[in-house]
């Protein structure tokens, strides 16, 4: 009887608006090796699918040999675990639906499971974070965009079609600003990244008071926060309509599935209390009343770029094994 080994390294892929991340991790999530490309220098999708396959197969050739491992898990914005694919990605550089997990598999010769970026970040936060011990909670990932995901009594709710959690894409102001989905007033538009820029551009032209932020010729949701640091009145004010807006929009998601907690990731959420105080409270005041006071909302304690490999992972160890090479 010919006996094969058990592989016990797989490939965790991130592929961000910016960053496409990528490591080899073990079967306790211990990191062998990582590194990243830049997912803007790939505006062809064809040329980002050649990137990607080789510079996983030389990542793992200089660090015991691509024989070594298992499979592969990627995590995206709009990624769609049913059928491997990403979906008309707004906040991507292509268009359409990309049957990534099936390109990468062809060109890799080994199983390559695919799913939304929110959902990948719930599993980390699972396995490896703030949520781990839970069974009903809601991750937010919040940077360019806004995705969500929920667990319920411990099990991730995808939806008939790999949709659930699109909580960026609801209406929070009817007729309000244009998404990059095409829709209007969706929450996405006033609390990512963009949006907060916006309501700060909004405010100057509003008021006369000073502010640092007239001095900024290109403003970003990050400088807005360091410049709340320093006590810039508008810019605290920037956070604070943000926070109310994102509290009305997480009482609705609440009062539906009713979570222990809240956990609020990525880029914006590094703004902290300046985006959690108004959040906080717009939340107590809309959630359903038997709720409040019973759902924390918290900022995760884990690296984003770490713990979205992580979740990436856990897809690559889900997917049943497949390989050109046996």
Known sequence: MKLSSIKKRVVGVDIGTQHTTYAIVDV???FIAYDQ???????DVTRFIDKLATAIIELAEAHGGY???RSVGISCPNGVYHSGSIENPPNLPWKGVIPMAALLRDRLGIAVALGNDAHNTALGEKMYGSAHGMKNFIVLNLGVGLGSCFFSEGHEHRGANGYAGELG?????ENGRPCPCGLKGCLEAYVASAGIV??????MAESTKPSKMR???HLDSKLIAQLCDEGDE???EVYRRTGHIFGRGLATYATLVNPEAIIVTGGVSHAGHWLLDPTRESFEQHVFGNMRGKVRIIQSDLDDAERDVLGASALAWDVPEYSLFK
């Open 234 to 236: 508008l810019a605290i």
């Open 215 to 217: 001095d900024v010729e």
């Open 169 to 173: 894409h609801t209406c929070i102001e």
């Open 37 to 43: 490309f830049a997912t803007t220098d790939y505006p």
């Open 28 to 30: 306790r999530g211990n």
């Open 67 to 69: 024989g070594t491992i």
């Open 198 to 203: 916006q309501t700060a551009h909004e405010l």
